[in-house]
């Protein structure tokens, strides 16, 4: 049956086309109880719908032991209300008899959420073989026209849940498939792309999206749909085919001229030839574009057409038309009215030669302008089929004398669709593929640990897309990761995050990072401010645990931190971020056993945790395990390799296992990637004293002294090193600035300056000796 408009099974009120074939057809009564469920449902009346299905339910049950359709579809809307009032447990229980697709579907998220990974995958590989499944409703997804709202799955979403199965199951490189699959079919899939770059497996976003003919340009040159078609710029794909690549292709093309005919023919891919594959863009074709009469010209379709006999006028029944309405992609189209199209009550119908009675032809000509784009592009030749073989059909009949009387207009003509629609509306299109294309690309290189090329992505978006909260919270990430926290990028990063905080105060996704970046710069009191913020908002969320495990383990209260910590962990036991801070406190407090657990475990759940990786390598350091605390270092380094604090710890533990030439190697990697790592530049000079380069290490320490000139070590190497050249007197003068800089290590320079004045004096003996053999 028909679903009025706004009622929805989603919900939400928008008014989208049923798909009538998937429903089956209730009495009165169940029809009556459906239409309450629908409405409490769109005012989130959830205990009032779970009431009325349940009732629906007991009115749809049959006698038979079979279950019927009706029963079945009445199971389903329980189920939903149940899943929408946050009882997957119950829902699951609900449909475990259930066989439609959209019931199964439902089982099979329900599975997910209640942690039967095994049975929910099951039903979705069954679901899969099922030839019925669409692939996706491409082209409706933009337009809502078609779309189904009564939970009818596609293969896109069936692919995603399957990938959210094996991803839980920690079969990470299943999921893979399954999202790669689901976002080739879904481009606009965002949270199976966001997968992939959490797996370390980003798509091409050129690949991706291919078939708008995607043109992406530089921030001064936006139009007032964000992007203009001058010039362009191609990006490179390699980059997401080598993970450890930094290659950015710099080049500009000219970008072609999108014509409608030609769109689909277009691509920007340059090493690659475009593959055939569902578009989102229209095509014109003479079943796509219906026609008017004669008094308003030839179609489009057929410009040379002056007849409506090979292009006979489309007409869509109320309840159609009821049901459907555009949603707008653009803003300011004052001339596309977006009202609901009331019943027709003419007095004539239309005549079987295609000509419309005066009274049709005006209430056509008063909404010409009021129809969607969207609803002819998403008509299909089937669509028109149906819907004409549905003209003037009534559910309830009228009199005998009625029946008598000319058959009254039961809808409305559809509006010519100009070349000026086309183009506007696949503008729109345009623009949305252009802005997932940059965020695709910027989320893709952050995921990889690029960066300064994920920072350069998301500053070319729009600005009104660049000031929202969780944008700021990605660039704030890049900032973080570019180099330490304690240099200036962690302080603007931290500034970011504050934005962030403002645009959106309820933010709470990301929010561990802003934590840990407060605690790294010792910011207690913004830390803890923070921290309450995020209790306040939401005593649930894990994010704000972890903030106030920080603000506990800023003031040296482990015990505190860890009990914030397991508590993160109790709401999110996937949440590796909060694992790999209990680790890091159980080695504060040196329970290593503790810490190699919680490591581990944070390494399970995603093993491109790279804080995991170098939090193990930190222990085995401690216990003395050189060997597996390298192993563990290079795989951290290897994970993000632009990390110079990484680099600097594999360097650190191969001086201590006395692979000099290795060190050096490393320190020197270290110096390249931040220059102005003073640690790296000391031990790279310690490594050259020890391999008898005393130039290049006091070259090195003289460097140092440009970046810290108040460090005391850097003087106590430079005199060890000149005392190892023989120049005592240079040698004793820098242990004494060294002892002016830093008393507190009075006693280690001392014995220094002590040890210089016995090798004088046993040279001096020495001489002496030689003189009296003399």
């Known amino acids: 049956m028909a679903v009025p408009a706004g009622f929805t099974a989603e919900g939400t009120g928008s008014a989208m086309t049923t798909n009538q074939s998937t429903v089956p057809k209730l009495d009165p009564v169940s029809q009556r109880l459906e239409h309450i469920i629908k409405y409490s449902l769109d005012k989130f009346e959830f205990r009032t719908a779970v009431f009325l299905a349940e009732r629906l339910l007991y009115e749809a049950r049959s006698d038979e032991y079979a279950q019927s359709e009706q029963e079945e579809y009445a199971r389903y809307l329980l189920a939903m209300c149940h899943y929408r009032q946050g009882d997957p447990e119950i829902a699951w229980a609900v449909l475990e008899r259930s066989t439609s697709p959209r019931s199964r579907f439902l089982f099979a998220r329900c599975c997910l959420e209640v942690r039967r990974y095994v049975e929910g995958n099951s039903v979705l590989e069954g679901l899969l073989k099922d030839t019925n499944l669409v692939n996706c409703p491409t082209t409706d997804i933009m337009t809502s026209a078609g779309v189904s709202n009564i939970g009818e799955p596609d293969r896109a979403s069936v692919l995603n849940l399957l990938g959210h199965t094996a991803r839980a199951q920690h079969r990470h490189k299943v999921a893979v498939k399954y999202y790669k699959e689901a976002v080739e079919l879904n481009p606009f899939l965002w949270e199976a792309f966001e997968n992939l770059c959490e797996l370390g497996s980003p798509m091409n976003p050129n690949h991706m999206f291919a078939q708008f003919d995607t043109k992406i340009t530089s921030t001064n040159q936006r139009t007032k749909y964000g992007f203009q078609r001058s010039r362009t710029t ?116 239309l005549a079987a030669s295609g000509g419309v009675t005066k009274r049709a032809l005006e209430r056509a000509t008063s909404v010409t302008r009021g129809v969607s784009v969207s609803q002819l592009r998403g008509l299909s030749t089937r669509d028109h089929a149906g819907i004409s073989a549905n003209l003037g059909s009534k559910k309830n009949a009228a009199s005998a004398d009625e029946r008598d009387q000319p058959a009254e207009s039961s809808g409305v003509l559809l509006p010519l669709m100009t070349a000026e629609d086309v183009r506007i509306d696949e503008d729109a299109l345009r623009t949305v593929a252009s802005i997932f294309h940059i965020m695709a690309k910027a989320y893709g290189l952050l995921a990889l640990n690029n960066s300064s090329g994920a920072l350069a992505e998301f500053e070319r978006l729009p600005r009104k897309h660049f000031e929202s909260g969780w944008i700021q919270c990605q660039v704030a990430k890049c900032k973080s990761e570019m180099l330490d926290y304690l240099s200036a990028s962690a302080l603007l990063a931290a500034k970011y995050f504050e934005r962030a905080r403002k645009l959106e105060p309820t933010l709470q996704r990301d929010m561990e990072v802003y934590s840990t970046c407060l605690w790294q710069l010792r910011k207690e009191m913004a830390l803890s401010t923070l921290a309450k913020e995020l209790k306040d908002a939401n005593i649930h969320s894990p994010q704000a645990w972890v903030a106030l495990g920080n603000a506990y383990s800023l003031k040296h209260d482990s015990d505190q931190a860890l009990k914030c910590f397991q508590r993160a962990i109790q709401l999110d036991d996937g949440f590796a971020y909060a694992h790999t801070l209990s680790g890091h406190e159980y080695t504060e407090l040196e329970e290593y056993d503790k810490a190699q657990t919680e490591f581990r475990t944070a390494m399970s759940i995603d093993p491109r945790h790279y804080h995991a990786w170098y939090g193990m390598s930190m222990i085995y350091s401690k216990m003395g395990k050189n060997d597996l605390a390298l192993i563990h270092a290079k795989e951290a380094h290897r994970l993000n390799s632009s990390n110079s604090v990484l680099l600097y710890h594999v ?57 810290s000139p108040d460090e005391a070590n850097v003087f106590v190497l430079q005199g060890r090193i000149l005392a190892k050249m023989g120049d005592k007197g240079q040698a004793l003068r820098y242990f004494t600035w060294a002892l002016n800089l830093d008393s507190k290590s009075s006693h280690t320079i001392r014995d220094l300056i002590d040890k210089l004045g016995h090798d004088s004096d046993d040279e001096q003996e020495r001489y002496e000796v030689q003189i009296d053999t003399d």
């Open 651 to 707: 360097g650190l533990i191969q001086e201590r296992m006395s692979r000099t030439t290795e060190a050096l190697r490393s320190f020197e990697q270290t110096i390249a990637l931040d220059p102005s790592n003073a640690a790296a530049r000391f031990r790279k000079a310690n490594v050259q004293m020890n391999m008898e380069q005393y130039e290049d290490a006091l070259n090195e320490l003289e460097t140092i002294k440009t970046l």
């Open 234 to 349: 191609n990006l490179d794909a390699s980059i997401f085919l080598n993970p450890m690549s930094e290659r950015l292709l710099d080049d500009n093309v000219e970008s072609a001229s999108a014509d409608s005919s030609n769109i689909l023919n277009n691509t920007f891919l340059r090493h690659e030839p475009m593959k055939s594959k569902p578009t989102f863009l229209p095509s014109l074709t003479s079943n796509s574009i219906p026609a008017l009469s004669r008094e308003n010209g030839p179609s489009l379709a057929d410009p040379g057409s002056n007849s409506m006999e090979n292009n006979p006028p489309l007409t869509v029944g109320n309840r159609a038309a009821d049901t459907t309405e555009r949603v707008p992609l653009r803003r300011g189209a004052a001339t596309h009215a977006r009202r609901q199209f009331e019943r027709a009550k003419s007095s004539t119908s």
